[in-house]
Protein backbone atom coordinates (compact mmCIF):
# COMPACT_ATOMS: atom_id res chain seq x y z
CA UNK A 1 0.00 0.00 0.00
CA UNK A 2 2.74 2.52 0.45
CA UNK A 3 4.49 1.55 -2.71
CA UNK A 4 1.37 2.53 -4.20
CA UNK A 5 0.81 5.67 -2.75
CA UNK A 6 4.59 5.79 -3.54
CA UNK A 7 3.93 5.33 -7.08
CA UNK A 8 1.25 7.42 -7.77
CA UNK A 9 2.53 10.38 -6.25
CA UNK A 10 5.80 9.95 -8.07
CA UNK A 11 3.77 9.10 -11.14
CA UNK A 12 1.68 12.43 -11.56
CA UNK A 13 4.70 14.86 -10.03
CA UNK A 14 7.16 13.59 -12.66
CA UNK A 15 4.01 13.81 -15.23
CA UNK A 16 3.71 17.50 -14.55
CA UNK A 17 7.12 17.83 -15.80
CA UNK A 18 5.62 16.02 -18.94
CA UNK A 19 3.01 18.16 -19.47
CA UNK A 20 4.76 21.34 -19.01
CA UNK A 21 7.12 20.45 -22.00
CA UNK A 22 4.50 18.94 -23.68
CA UNK A 23 2.76 22.52 -23.76
CA UNK A 24 6.03 23.35 -25.29
CA UNK A 25 5.11 21.62 -27.90
CA UNK A 26 1.63 21.92 -28.47
CA UNK A 27 2.11 25.89 -28.48
CA UNK A 28 4.18 25.42 -31.76
CA UNK A 29 1.65 23.04 -33.05
CA UNK A 30 -1.16 25.17 -32.62
CA UNK A 31 0.54 28.49 -33.87
CA UNK A 32 2.67 27.41 -36.64
CA UNK A 33 1.70 23.88 -37.58
CA UNK A 34 5.09 23.07 -37.06
CA UNK A 35 5.89 19.14 -35.15
CA UNK A 36 8.86 19.86 -33.10
CA UNK A 37 10.56 16.56 -32.89
CA UNK A 38 13.63 18.39 -31.95
CA UNK A 39 11.77 18.49 -27.83
CA UNK A 40 14.34 15.88 -25.67
CA UNK A 41 17.24 17.30 -27.91
CA UNK A 42 16.37 20.95 -26.69
CA UNK A 43 15.57 19.34 -23.02
CA UNK A 44 19.14 17.82 -22.96
CA UNK A 45 20.42 20.97 -24.61
CA UNK A 46 19.14 23.32 -21.79
CA UNK A 47 20.31 21.04 -19.12
CA UNK A 48 23.53 21.19 -19.79
CA UNK A 49 23.24 24.70 -20.39
CA UNK A 50 22.34 24.99 -16.99
CA UNK A 51 25.10 23.11 -16.20
CA UNK A 52 27.36 25.19 -17.59
CA UNK A 53 26.04 28.04 -15.92
CA UNK A 54 25.67 26.74 -12.78
CA UNK A 55 28.68 24.30 -11.78
CA UNK A 56 31.04 25.73 -14.60
CA UNK A 57 31.39 29.06 -14.46
CA UNK A 58 30.03 29.15 -11.11
CA UNK A 59 27.51 31.66 -11.15
CA UNK A 60 24.73 32.93 -7.81
CA UNK A 61 21.52 30.21 -9.10
CA UNK A 62 19.50 33.04 -9.31
CA UNK A 63 21.37 35.08 -11.98
CA UNK A 64 22.24 31.44 -13.48
CA UNK A 65 18.59 30.51 -13.93
CA UNK A 66 18.05 34.08 -14.84
CA UNK A 67 20.65 33.41 -17.92
CA UNK A 68 19.60 29.78 -19.01
CA UNK A 69 15.76 31.03 -19.25
CA UNK A 70 17.60 34.37 -21.40
CA UNK A 71 19.15 32.24 -23.28
CA UNK A 72 16.12 29.99 -24.06
CA UNK A 73 14.45 33.13 -25.30
CA UNK A 74 17.01 33.46 -27.83
CA UNK A 75 17.73 30.38 -28.87
CA UNK A 76 13.65 30.10 -29.39
CA UNK A 77 13.79 33.15 -31.34
CA UNK A 78 17.01 32.45 -33.78
CA UNK A 79 15.68 28.71 -34.21
CA UNK A 80 12.43 30.22 -35.59
CA UNK A 81 13.82 32.98 -38.02
CA UNK A 82 16.87 31.18 -39.49
CA UNK A 83 14.87 27.39 -39.95
CA UNK A 84 11.73 27.60 -39.82
CA UNK A 85 10.82 31.20 -41.37
CA UNK A 86 12.39 29.83 -44.75
CA UNK A 87 9.93 27.14 -44.57
CA UNK A 88 6.68 28.72 -43.96
CA UNK A 89 4.27 27.04 -46.30
CA UNK A 90 6.01 23.59 -47.20
CA UNK A 91 5.19 20.43 -46.96
CA UNK A 92 4.71 18.78 -43.33
CA UNK A 93 7.56 16.43 -44.30
CA UNK A 94 9.48 19.17 -44.58
CA UNK A 95 8.97 20.54 -41.37
CA UNK A 96 9.17 17.27 -39.51
CA UNK A 97 12.13 16.80 -41.24
CA UNK A 98 13.85 19.63 -40.34
CA UNK A 99 13.17 19.46 -36.97
CA UNK A 100 15.24 16.29 -36.76
CA UNK A 101 18.31 17.78 -38.43
CA UNK A 102 17.92 20.30 -35.93
CA UNK A 103 17.92 17.72 -33.39
CA UNK A 104 21.26 16.08 -34.50
CA UNK A 105 22.91 19.02 -34.46
CA UNK A 106 21.57 19.93 -30.54
CA UNK A 107 22.98 16.55 -29.83
CA UNK A 108 26.59 16.82 -31.44
CA UNK A 109 26.63 20.44 -30.10
CA UNK A 110 26.37 18.61 -26.70
CA UNK A 111 28.71 16.23 -26.89
CA UNK A 112 30.68 18.75 -28.55
CA UNK A 113 30.77 21.00 -25.37
CA UNK A 114 30.25 18.50 -22.52
CA UNK A 115 31.77 15.43 -24.38
CA UNK A 116 31.87 13.21 -20.65
CA UNK A 117 28.03 13.09 -21.01
CA UNK A 118 27.17 12.10 -17.42
CA UNK A 119 26.79 14.38 -14.90
CA UNK A 120 24.64 16.32 -11.81
CA UNK A 121 23.52 19.77 -11.18
CA UNK A 122 24.28 21.55 -8.32
CA UNK A 123 21.42 20.96 -5.82
CA UNK A 124 18.42 23.92 -6.67
CA UNK A 125 15.69 22.47 -3.79
CA UNK A 126 16.23 21.36 -0.53
CA UNK A 127 17.05 17.98 0.68
CA UNK A 128 15.35 16.52 2.90
CA UNK A 129 12.25 14.02 1.71
CA UNK A 130 8.92 14.97 3.01
CA UNK A 131 6.64 12.09 5.02
CA UNK A 132 3.00 12.15 2.93
CA UNK A 133 1.12 9.75 4.93
CA UNK A 134 3.20 6.26 4.75
CA UNK A 135 4.46 7.22 1.79
CA UNK A 136 8.28 9.11 1.74
CA UNK A 137 9.07 11.60 -1.58
CA UNK A 138 11.75 13.51 -2.24
CA UNK A 139 11.11 17.27 -2.05
CA UNK A 140 12.37 17.93 -5.22
CA UNK A 141 9.09 16.49 -6.78
CA UNK A 142 6.95 18.57 -4.93
CA UNK A 143 8.71 21.14 -6.12
CA UNK A 144 8.44 20.30 -9.62
CA UNK A 145 5.12 19.46 -9.40
CA UNK A 146 4.27 22.79 -7.78
CA UNK A 147 6.36 24.95 -10.36
CA UNK A 148 4.78 23.47 -13.11
CA UNK A 149 1.52 24.12 -11.66
CA UNK A 150 2.68 27.46 -11.21
CA UNK A 151 3.58 28.02 -15.05
CA UNK A 152 0.33 26.27 -16.18
CA UNK A 153 -1.54 28.89 -14.22
CA UNK A 154 0.76 32.15 -15.17
CA UNK A 155 0.53 30.63 -19.18
CA UNK A 156 -3.78 30.34 -19.12
CA UNK A 157 -3.85 34.11 -17.46
CA UNK A 158 -1.73 34.84 -20.31
CA UNK A 159 -3.61 33.68 -23.16
CA UNK A 160 -6.67 34.85 -21.42
CA UNK A 161 -6.09 38.48 -20.53
CA UNK A 162 -2.45 39.52 -22.24
CA UNK A 163 -2.95 41.36 -26.51
CA UNK A 164 -0.46 38.84 -27.00
CA UNK A 165 -1.49 35.47 -25.98
CA UNK A 166 -4.90 36.43 -27.38
CA UNK A 167 -3.39 37.45 -30.68
CA UNK A 168 -1.49 33.84 -30.15
CA UNK A 169 -4.83 31.99 -29.84
CA UNK A 170 -6.53 33.35 -32.60
CA UNK A 171 -3.45 32.54 -34.91
CA UNK A 172 -4.03 29.04 -33.79
CA UNK A 173 -7.75 29.09 -34.62
CA UNK A 174 -6.94 30.91 -38.00
CA UNK A 175 -3.51 31.87 -39.78
CA UNK A 176 -5.13 33.44 -42.62
CA UNK A 177 -7.48 35.74 -40.73
CA UNK A 178 -5.86 36.80 -38.51
CA UNK A 179 -3.07 38.07 -41.26
CA UNK A 180 -5.97 40.24 -42.52
CA UNK A 181 -6.60 41.40 -39.29
CA UNK A 182 -3.36 43.34 -39.31
CA UNK A 183 -1.33 41.09 -36.66
CA UNK A 184 1.86 40.23 -37.49
CA UNK A 185 1.88 36.19 -37.96
CA UNK A 186 5.32 35.76 -38.21
CA UNK A 187 5.90 37.32 -34.65
CA UNK A 188 3.31 35.09 -33.31
CA UNK A 189 5.70 32.02 -34.41
CA UNK A 190 8.92 33.69 -33.14
CA UNK A 191 7.32 34.21 -29.88
CA UNK A 192 5.74 30.26 -29.68
CA UNK A 193 9.05 29.22 -30.30
CA UNK A 194 10.54 31.20 -27.73
CA UNK A 195 8.35 30.66 -25.32
CA UNK A 196 8.17 26.71 -25.75
CA UNK A 197 12.25 26.54 -25.48
CA UNK A 198 11.61 28.40 -21.98
CA UNK A 199 9.12 25.57 -21.44
CA UNK A 200 11.51 23.13 -22.38
CA UNK A 201 14.56 24.81 -20.41
CA UNK A 202 12.23 24.93 -17.38
CA UNK A 203 11.04 21.04 -17.47
CA UNK A 204 14.78 19.95 -18.24
CA UNK A 205 16.32 22.03 -14.97
CA UNK A 206 13.65 20.31 -12.79
CA UNK A 207 13.86 17.02 -14.75
CA UNK A 208 17.93 17.04 -14.53
CA UNK A 209 17.56 18.32 -10.45
CA UNK A 210 16.09 15.29 -9.96
CA UNK A 211 17.31 12.78 -11.43
CA UNK A 212 20.95 14.24 -12.91
CA UNK A 213 22.39 15.29 -16.75
CA UNK A 214 22.39 11.96 -19.15
CA UNK A 215 21.12 11.23 -22.74
CA UNK A 216 17.79 9.52 -20.40
CA UNK A 217 17.03 13.18 -21.03
CA UNK A 218 16.43 13.14 -24.81
CA UNK A 219 14.27 9.76 -23.72
CA UNK A 220 12.59 12.44 -21.11
CA UNK A 221 11.45 15.06 -23.83
CA UNK A 222 10.07 12.77 -25.96
CA UNK A 223 7.86 10.71 -23.35
CA UNK A 224 6.09 14.14 -24.24
CA UNK A 225 5.27 13.11 -27.33
CA UNK A 226 3.23 10.32 -25.68
CA UNK A 227 1.83 13.38 -23.70
CA UNK A 228 0.87 14.97 -26.50
CA UNK A 229 -1.02 12.17 -27.97
CA UNK A 230 -2.88 10.95 -25.60
CA UNK A 231 -3.90 14.26 -24.98
CA UNK A 232 -4.67 15.57 -28.28
CA UNK A 233 -1.67 17.33 -30.17
CA UNK A 234 -4.09 20.92 -30.08
CA UNK A 235 -5.45 21.32 -26.47
CA UNK A 236 -3.65 22.35 -23.28
CA UNK A 237 -6.18 20.96 -21.03
CA UNK A 238 -5.08 17.93 -23.21
CA UNK A 239 -1.05 18.32 -21.98
CA UNK A 240 -2.45 19.27 -18.29
CA UNK A 241 -4.29 16.07 -18.04
CA UNK A 242 -2.36 13.44 -20.17
CA UNK A 243 0.80 14.80 -18.27
CA UNK A 244 0.20 12.77 -15.29
CA UNK A 245 -1.76 10.07 -16.66
CA UNK A 246 1.26 9.40 -18.36
CA UNK A 247 3.62 9.56 -15.26
CA UNK A 248 0.94 7.59 -13.46
CA UNK A 249 1.36 4.65 -16.23
CA UNK A 250 4.78 4.55 -16.25
CA UNK A 251 5.59 4.28 -12.61
CA UNK A 252 2.92 1.93 -11.51
CA UNK A 253 4.23 -0.40 -14.72
CA UNK A 254 7.46 -0.01 -13.32
CA UNK A 255 6.57 -1.04 -10.12
CA UNK A 256 4.72 -3.55 -10.61
CA UNK A 257 5.28 -5.11 -14.18
CA UNK A 258 8.93 -4.97 -14.10
CA UNK A 259 8.91 -8.58 -12.14
CA UNK A 260 6.38 -10.22 -14.73
CA UNK A 261 8.45 -8.80 -17.88
CA UNK A 262 11.63 -7.34 -18.51
CA UNK A 263 13.79 -4.38 -16.97
CA UNK A 264 13.22 -1.23 -18.60
CA UNK A 265 9.17 -1.52 -18.92
CA UNK A 266 9.25 1.86 -17.45
CA UNK A 267 10.70 3.54 -20.25
CA UNK A 268 8.79 1.63 -22.55
CA UNK A 269 5.22 2.64 -21.21
CA UNK A 270 4.72 6.08 -23.10
CA UNK A 271 5.62 4.38 -26.04
CA UNK A 272 3.26 1.65 -25.59
CA UNK A 273 0.31 4.10 -24.88
CA UNK A 274 1.36 5.63 -28.28
CA UNK A 275 0.40 2.97 -30.33
CA UNK A 276 -2.47 1.95 -28.37
CA UNK A 277 -4.19 5.80 -28.92
CA UNK A 278 -3.11 5.04 -32.60
CA UNK A 279 -5.46 2.26 -32.83
CA UNK A 280 -8.45 3.26 -30.57
CA UNK A 281 -8.58 7.40 -30.60
CA UNK A 282 -5.99 8.65 -32.81
CA UNK A 283 -6.51 12.43 -32.43
CA UNK A 284 -6.72 12.16 -28.25
CA UNK A 285 -8.37 13.09 -25.53
CA UNK A 286 -9.49 16.19 -26.24
CA UNK A 287 -8.25 16.62 -29.78
CA UNK A 288 -9.86 17.80 -32.40
CA UNK A 289 -10.78 15.44 -34.95
CA UNK A 290 -9.55 16.44 -38.73
CA UNK A 291 -12.27 16.37 -41.10
CA UNK A 292 -10.86 16.95 -44.73
CA UNK A 293 -11.83 18.39 -48.01
CA UNK A 294 -10.43 17.73 -51.17
CA UNK B 1 12.63 17.39 -69.21
CA UNK B 2 14.95 17.46 -71.96
CA UNK B 3 15.48 14.92 -74.54
CA UNK B 4 19.18 13.57 -75.99
CA UNK B 5 19.02 15.61 -79.37
CA UNK B 6 17.54 13.59 -82.45
CA UNK B 7 14.97 11.21 -79.63
CA UNK B 8 11.93 10.94 -81.78
CA UNK B 9 9.15 8.41 -79.69
CA UNK B 10 6.54 6.42 -81.77
CA UNK B 11 5.48 4.03 -79.03
CA UNK B 12 4.36 4.54 -75.68
CA UNK B 13 7.26 1.81 -74.93
CA UNK B 14 9.33 3.89 -76.34
CA UNK B 15 8.16 6.90 -74.36
CA UNK B 16 8.32 5.00 -70.87
CA UNK B 17 12.06 3.55 -71.54
CA UNK B 18 14.86 4.80 -69.54
CA UNK B 19 17.86 3.90 -71.35
CA UNK B 20 16.79 5.55 -75.04
CA UNK B 21 20.24 5.64 -76.63
CA UNK B 22 23.04 3.32 -77.75
CA UNK B 23 25.28 5.45 -75.86
CA UNK B 24 23.29 5.43 -72.82
CA UNK B 25 22.83 1.31 -72.48
CA UNK B 26 26.83 1.50 -73.48
CA UNK B 27 27.26 3.36 -70.43
CA UNK B 28 25.24 1.02 -68.38
CA UNK B 29 27.51 -1.56 -69.76
CA UNK B 30 30.03 0.26 -68.78
CA UNK B 31 28.92 0.81 -65.29
CA UNK B 32 28.12 -3.23 -64.26
CA UNK B 33 31.69 -3.66 -66.21
CA UNK B 34 33.24 -1.23 -63.96
CA UNK B 35 31.51 -2.44 -60.69
CA UNK B 36 33.16 -5.78 -61.16
CA UNK B 37 36.52 -5.42 -62.59
CA UNK B 38 37.37 -2.28 -60.22
CA UNK B 39 37.30 -3.51 -57.30
CA UNK B 40 39.71 -6.53 -58.14
CA UNK B 41 42.07 -3.44 -57.64
CA UNK B 42 41.32 -2.29 -54.58
CA UNK B 43 42.23 -2.07 -50.79
CA UNK B 44 40.38 -3.99 -47.99
CA UNK B 45 39.78 -0.26 -46.45
CA UNK B 46 37.70 0.90 -49.27
CA UNK B 47 36.08 -2.57 -50.38
CA UNK B 48 34.37 -1.69 -46.65
CA UNK B 49 33.35 1.43 -47.55
CA UNK B 50 31.46 0.03 -51.00
CA UNK B 51 30.10 -2.65 -49.08
CA UNK B 52 28.03 -0.33 -46.58
CA UNK B 53 27.11 2.20 -48.73
CA UNK B 54 25.61 -0.40 -51.47
CA UNK B 55 24.02 -1.83 -47.96
CA UNK B 56 22.76 1.30 -46.98
CA UNK B 57 21.45 2.09 -50.98
CA UNK B 58 19.18 -0.99 -50.20
CA UNK B 59 17.35 0.27 -47.35
CA UNK B 60 17.30 3.86 -47.93
CA UNK B 61 15.75 2.72 -51.25
CA UNK B 62 13.05 1.14 -49.58
CA UNK B 63 12.46 4.10 -46.91
CA UNK B 64 12.54 6.38 -50.18
CA UNK B 65 9.45 3.84 -51.67
CA UNK B 66 7.75 4.63 -48.29
CA UNK B 67 8.41 8.09 -47.83
CA UNK B 68 9.14 9.36 -51.28
CA UNK B 69 6.85 8.29 -53.39
CA UNK B 70 4.22 7.13 -50.71
CA UNK B 71 4.42 10.07 -48.76
CA UNK B 72 4.44 8.23 -45.16
CA UNK B 73 6.86 9.48 -43.10
CA UNK B 74 8.65 6.63 -41.33
CA UNK B 75 11.69 7.85 -38.55
CA UNK B 76 11.88 3.97 -37.54
CA UNK B 77 13.89 2.50 -40.18
CA UNK B 78 16.99 1.49 -38.24
CA UNK B 79 14.54 -0.43 -35.91
CA UNK B 80 13.18 -2.23 -39.30
CA UNK B 81 16.82 -2.95 -40.39
CA UNK B 82 17.13 -4.46 -36.69
CA UNK B 83 14.06 -6.45 -37.41
CA UNK B 84 15.79 -7.97 -40.27
CA UNK B 85 18.95 -8.03 -39.18
CA UNK B 86 18.16 -10.35 -36.01
CA UNK B 87 15.87 -12.11 -37.68
CA UNK B 88 18.20 -13.90 -40.65
CA UNK B 89 21.03 -13.97 -37.76
CA UNK B 90 18.57 -16.14 -35.65
CA UNK B 91 17.48 -18.62 -38.23
CA UNK B 92 20.58 -18.98 -40.01
CA UNK B 93 22.37 -19.21 -36.73
CA UNK B 94 20.14 -21.04 -34.39
CA UNK B 95 17.69 -22.90 -36.78
CA UNK B 96 20.71 -23.30 -39.79
CA UNK B 97 18.62 -22.03 -42.16
CA UNK B 98 20.60 -21.15 -45.43
CA UNK B 99 21.66 -17.84 -45.84
CA UNK B 100 19.33 -16.66 -48.92
CA UNK B 101 16.43 -18.42 -46.75
CA UNK B 102 17.44 -16.71 -44.19
CA UNK B 103 17.78 -13.26 -45.74
CA UNK B 104 14.15 -13.46 -47.00
CA UNK B 105 13.05 -14.48 -44.27
CA UNK B 106 14.19 -11.51 -42.67
CA UNK B 107 13.11 -9.25 -45.68
CA UNK B 108 9.56 -10.80 -45.12
CA UNK B 109 9.41 -10.12 -40.78
CA UNK B 110 10.71 -7.09 -41.36
CA UNK B 111 8.14 -6.29 -43.94
CA UNK B 112 5.20 -8.22 -41.24
CA UNK B 113 6.68 -5.33 -38.55
CA UNK B 114 6.23 -2.78 -40.91
CA UNK B 115 2.93 -3.44 -41.78
CA UNK B 116 1.99 -3.71 -37.96
CA UNK B 117 3.57 -0.44 -37.76
CA UNK B 118 1.99 0.74 -40.34
CA UNK B 119 -1.71 0.24 -39.87
CA UNK B 120 -2.40 3.78 -37.96
CA UNK B 121 -1.86 5.03 -41.73
CA UNK B 122 -4.58 4.51 -42.36
CA UNK B 123 -6.49 6.55 -40.05
CA UNK B 124 -3.87 9.02 -38.88
CA UNK B 125 -1.21 10.83 -41.02
CA UNK B 126 1.75 13.33 -41.17
CA UNK B 127 2.97 13.77 -37.67
CA UNK B 128 0.95 11.24 -36.20
CA UNK B 129 2.46 8.51 -38.42
CA UNK B 130 5.91 9.82 -37.85
CA UNK B 131 5.38 9.64 -34.22
CA UNK B 132 4.06 5.93 -34.32
CA UNK B 133 7.18 5.00 -36.14
CA UNK B 134 9.46 6.54 -33.79
CA UNK B 135 6.97 4.38 -30.85
CA UNK B 136 7.85 1.51 -33.58
CA UNK B 137 11.93 2.09 -33.07
CA UNK B 138 11.38 2.28 -29.60
CA UNK B 139 9.56 -0.53 -28.81
CA UNK B 140 11.17 -2.91 -31.08
CA UNK B 141 14.87 -2.05 -29.92
CA UNK B 142 13.67 -2.65 -26.21
CA UNK B 143 12.39 -6.14 -27.02
CA UNK B 144 15.74 -7.22 -29.31
CA UNK B 145 18.00 -5.98 -26.00
CA UNK B 146 15.85 -7.20 -23.72
CA UNK B 147 14.85 -10.59 -25.25
CA UNK B 148 18.31 -11.66 -23.93
CA UNK B 149 18.13 -15.88 -24.96
CA UNK B 150 17.31 -15.20 -28.35
CA UNK B 151 18.84 -12.12 -29.45
CA UNK B 152 22.02 -11.98 -26.87
CA UNK B 153 20.59 -8.41 -25.93
CA UNK B 154 23.37 -6.02 -25.07
CA UNK B 155 26.24 -8.69 -24.99
CA UNK B 156 25.31 -9.17 -28.63
CA UNK B 157 24.80 -11.74 -30.74
CA UNK B 158 27.61 -13.64 -33.09
CA UNK B 159 26.48 -14.21 -36.69
CA UNK B 160 27.66 -17.00 -39.27
CA UNK B 161 28.82 -15.42 -42.53
CA UNK B 162 26.67 -15.52 -45.64
CA UNK B 163 27.03 -19.02 -47.65
CA UNK B 164 25.29 -20.14 -50.98
CA UNK B 165 25.38 -24.15 -51.79
CA UNK B 166 28.85 -24.63 -49.55
CA UNK B 167 30.66 -21.33 -50.57
CA UNK B 168 31.26 -18.62 -47.83
CA UNK B 169 31.76 -15.13 -48.09
CA UNK B 170 34.19 -14.31 -45.92
CA UNK B 171 36.84 -12.23 -48.24
CA UNK B 172 36.02 -9.16 -48.37
CA UNK B 173 36.57 -9.36 -52.43
CA UNK B 174 33.31 -11.79 -52.35
CA UNK B 175 31.66 -9.99 -49.92
CA UNK B 176 31.29 -7.14 -52.25
CA UNK B 177 30.52 -9.01 -55.07
CA UNK B 178 27.58 -10.61 -52.85
CA UNK B 179 26.28 -7.35 -51.58
CA UNK B 180 26.41 -5.69 -55.10
CA UNK B 181 24.87 -8.11 -57.13
CA UNK B 182 21.84 -7.88 -54.67
CA UNK B 183 21.91 -3.72 -54.65
CA UNK B 184 21.49 -3.65 -58.06
CA UNK B 185 18.87 -6.02 -58.30
CA UNK B 186 17.46 -3.67 -55.50
CA UNK B 187 18.44 -0.62 -57.51
CA UNK B 188 16.59 -2.22 -60.74
CA UNK B 189 13.38 -3.52 -58.57
CA UNK B 190 12.75 0.27 -56.88
CA UNK B 191 13.30 1.98 -60.31
CA UNK B 192 10.89 -0.30 -61.81
CA UNK B 193 7.91 -0.20 -59.14
CA UNK B 194 7.71 3.33 -59.19
CA UNK B 195 6.92 2.84 -62.47
CA UNK B 196 4.36 -0.24 -62.33
CA UNK B 197 0.58 0.91 -61.16
CA UNK B 198 1.51 0.73 -57.45
CA UNK B 199 4.01 3.23 -57.89
CA UNK B 200 1.96 5.26 -59.43
CA UNK B 201 -0.85 4.44 -56.42
CA UNK B 202 1.79 5.26 -54.12
CA UNK B 203 2.26 8.69 -55.67
CA UNK B 204 -1.34 9.81 -55.86
CA UNK B 205 -1.77 8.83 -52.29
CA UNK B 206 1.28 10.99 -51.64
CA UNK B 207 -0.22 14.01 -53.08
CA UNK B 208 -3.45 13.63 -51.65
CA UNK B 209 -4.69 10.78 -50.38
CA UNK B 210 -8.49 11.97 -50.22
CA UNK B 211 -8.12 12.72 -53.71
CA UNK B 212 -6.60 9.00 -54.73
CA UNK B 213 -9.06 7.11 -52.57
CA UNK B 214 -11.65 9.26 -54.47
CA UNK B 215 -10.33 7.66 -58.02
CA UNK B 216 -10.80 4.44 -57.03
CA UNK B 217 -7.31 3.69 -55.04
CA UNK B 218 -7.40 1.23 -52.16
CA UNK B 219 -5.87 3.22 -49.59
CA UNK B 220 -5.95 0.45 -46.99
CA UNK B 221 -4.27 -2.16 -49.50
CA UNK B 222 -1.78 0.52 -51.01
CA UNK B 223 -0.33 2.21 -47.79
CA UNK B 224 0.47 -1.18 -46.14
CA UNK B 225 2.02 -2.47 -49.37
CA UNK B 226 4.17 0.70 -49.12
CA UNK B 227 5.17 -0.22 -45.59
CA UNK B 228 5.84 -3.72 -46.56
CA UNK B 229 7.58 -3.33 -49.52
CA UNK B 230 9.81 -0.26 -47.68
CA UNK B 231 10.58 -2.19 -44.32
CA UNK B 232 11.21 -5.53 -47.13
CA UNK B 233 13.88 -3.74 -48.13
CA UNK B 234 15.06 -2.60 -45.24
CA UNK B 235 15.12 -6.42 -43.28
CA UNK B 236 16.88 -7.61 -46.91
CA UNK B 237 19.96 -4.69 -45.95
CA UNK B 238 19.59 -5.84 -42.22
CA UNK B 239 20.53 -9.00 -43.36
CA UNK B 240 23.58 -8.10 -45.45
CA UNK B 241 24.13 -5.70 -42.56
CA UNK B 242 24.08 -8.57 -39.81
CA UNK B 243 26.33 -11.10 -42.27
CA UNK B 244 28.67 -9.50 -44.51
CA UNK B 245 29.56 -6.60 -42.67
CA UNK B 246 29.37 -6.32 -38.81
CA UNK B 247 29.40 -10.48 -38.26
CA UNK B 248 28.11 -9.70 -34.94
CA UNK B 249 24.82 -7.89 -33.42
CA UNK B 250 24.16 -5.26 -30.76
CA UNK B 251 21.51 -3.07 -30.48
CA UNK B 252 23.39 0.08 -30.64
CA UNK B 253 24.35 -0.49 -34.31
CA UNK B 254 20.65 0.51 -34.83
CA UNK B 255 19.84 3.37 -32.61
CA UNK B 256 17.34 6.27 -33.49
CA UNK B 257 20.29 8.54 -34.58
CA UNK B 258 20.79 5.89 -37.18
CA UNK B 259 17.05 6.50 -38.45
CA UNK B 260 17.24 9.81 -38.35
CA UNK B 261 20.09 9.61 -40.56
CA UNK B 262 18.40 7.57 -43.12
CA UNK B 263 15.78 10.40 -43.11
CA UNK B 264 18.37 12.81 -43.72
CA UNK B 265 19.66 10.18 -46.35
CA UNK B 266 16.67 10.54 -49.10
CA UNK B 267 16.41 13.82 -48.14
CA UNK B 268 19.75 15.02 -49.49
CA UNK B 269 19.68 12.69 -52.25
CA UNK B 270 15.75 14.19 -52.99
CA UNK B 271 12.74 12.38 -52.10
CA UNK B 272 10.74 10.50 -54.96
CA UNK B 273 13.38 9.86 -56.93
CA UNK B 274 15.55 6.41 -57.59
CA UNK B 275 18.71 8.37 -58.41
CA UNK B 276 18.21 10.72 -54.83
CA UNK B 277 18.66 7.86 -52.48
CA UNK B 278 22.29 6.34 -54.45
CA UNK B 279 23.41 9.92 -54.03
CA UNK B 280 22.58 10.59 -50.77
CA UNK B 281 23.63 7.71 -49.36
CA UNK B 282 27.15 7.88 -50.93
CA UNK B 283 27.25 11.60 -49.31
CA UNK B 284 26.24 10.34 -46.36
CA UNK B 285 28.50 7.46 -45.66
CA UNK B 286 31.53 8.72 -47.27
CA UNK B 287 31.17 11.88 -45.07
CA UNK B 288 30.93 10.23 -42.02
CA UNK B 289 33.82 7.95 -43.20
CA UNK B 290 35.99 10.89 -43.45
CA UNK B 291 34.80 12.71 -40.18
CA UNK B 292 34.64 9.66 -37.61
CA UNK B 293 37.86 8.16 -39.27
CA UNK B 294 40.26 10.61 -40.26
CA UNK B 295 39.17 14.26 -39.32
CA UNK B 296 37.88 13.47 -35.35
CA UNK B 297 40.78 11.33 -34.85
CA UNK B 298 43.07 13.80 -35.68
CA UNK B 299 41.66 17.28 -34.58
CA UNK B 300 41.22 14.87 -30.99
CA UNK B 301 44.97 14.49 -30.90
CA UNK B 302 46.43 17.57 -31.99
CA UNK B 303 44.10 19.87 -29.55
CA UNK B 304 43.99 18.41 -26.52
CA UNK B 305 42.92 21.73 -24.39
CA UNK B 306 38.97 19.98 -24.56
CA UNK B 307 37.83 17.78 -22.11
CA UNK B 308 38.33 14.39 -24.33
CA UNK B 309 35.90 12.95 -26.80
CA UNK B 310 34.98 16.57 -27.99
CA UNK B 311 35.82 15.82 -31.31
CA UNK B 312 32.75 13.41 -31.78
CA UNK B 313 30.70 15.55 -31.29
CA UNK B 314 31.35 17.52 -34.86
CA UNK B 315 30.23 14.58 -37.04
CA UNK B 316 26.36 14.61 -35.75
CA UNK B 317 26.92 17.98 -35.82
CA UNK B 318 27.53 18.86 -39.60
CA UNK B 319 25.24 15.95 -40.47
CA UNK B 320 22.51 18.40 -38.60
CA UNK B 321 23.87 20.91 -40.40
CA UNK B 322 23.71 19.33 -43.67
CA UNK B 323 20.09 17.99 -43.80
CA UNK B 324 18.63 21.29 -42.09
CA UNK B 325 20.81 23.40 -45.20
CA UNK B 326 19.67 20.71 -47.59
CA UNK B 327 16.03 21.66 -46.88
CA UNK B 328 16.41 25.30 -46.81
CA UNK B 329 18.33 25.57 -49.82
CA UNK B 330 17.69 22.72 -51.77
CA UNK B 331 14.43 20.80 -51.07
CA UNK B 332 14.50 18.66 -53.87
CA UNK B 333 18.05 17.20 -53.14
CA UNK B 334 21.25 16.28 -55.10
CA UNK B 335 18.77 14.28 -57.68
CA UNK B 336 17.31 17.59 -58.76
CA UNK B 337 21.13 19.43 -59.27
CA UNK B 338 21.97 16.29 -61.34
CA UNK B 339 19.09 16.75 -63.33
CA UNK B 340 19.89 20.60 -64.11
CA UNK B 341 23.41 19.54 -65.02
CA UNK B 342 22.52 16.55 -67.33
CA UNK B 343 20.24 18.98 -68.56
CA UNK B 344 22.41 22.22 -69.21
CA UNK B 345 24.93 19.45 -70.44
CA UNK B 346 23.02 18.66 -73.31
CA UNK B 347 21.66 21.74 -74.33
CA UNK B 348 25.17 23.34 -74.10
CA UNK B 349 26.12 25.78 -75.72
CA UNK B 350 22.51 26.80 -75.93
CA UNK B 351 21.18 28.00 -72.06
CA UNK B 352 17.72 27.49 -72.76
Redesign the interface.
Known amino acids: MADLLQYTITGITVGMVYSLIAMGFVLI?KSSGV?N?ALGQLVLLFSWFTYGMLAQTGLPIWLGLFIVVGFALLLGWIIERF?LR??IA?P???L???T??????????????W???VDVLPRLFPQDPVRIVTAVVSQEYLWAAGISLLLFVALSLYFKYSRMGIAMRATADDQMAVQACGIPVTKIFSRSWMFACVMAAIGGVLMSSIGGISYGLV?TG?KS??VV?LGG?DSFLGAIIAGPIIGLAENLAGGYLTAIT???VK??IP??I??IV??IK??GLFGETRI??? | MHLPAGIRNYTYAQDMAIFRTKTQWAMLGLLLVALIVVPLFMANYWLSIFNIIAITIIAALGLNLLTGYCGQLSIGHAGFIAVGAYTSAILTGQYEVPFLFGMLGGGLMAGLTGVLFGLPSLRVKGFYLAISTIAAQFIIMWVISQWGSLTGGFIGLNVPAAEIFGYQFTGQLSKYYLIMAICVIAIFVAKNLARTRQGRAFVAIRDNDLAAQVMGINLFRYKLIAFFTGCFFAGISGALLAHCYYGFLNPEFFSFKESILYVGMIIIGGLGTTAGPIFGVVFIRLLERLLSLELVPFLESTITVFPSGWASGITPMLFGLVIVLFLIIEPRGLAHRWQIFKNSYRLWPFSY
Not at chain 1, 101 to 112: R, V
Open positions: WALIPLQILSIAVLGMAYFIEGLCTFVPWGEMFSILWPGEIFIIIMFPYERI
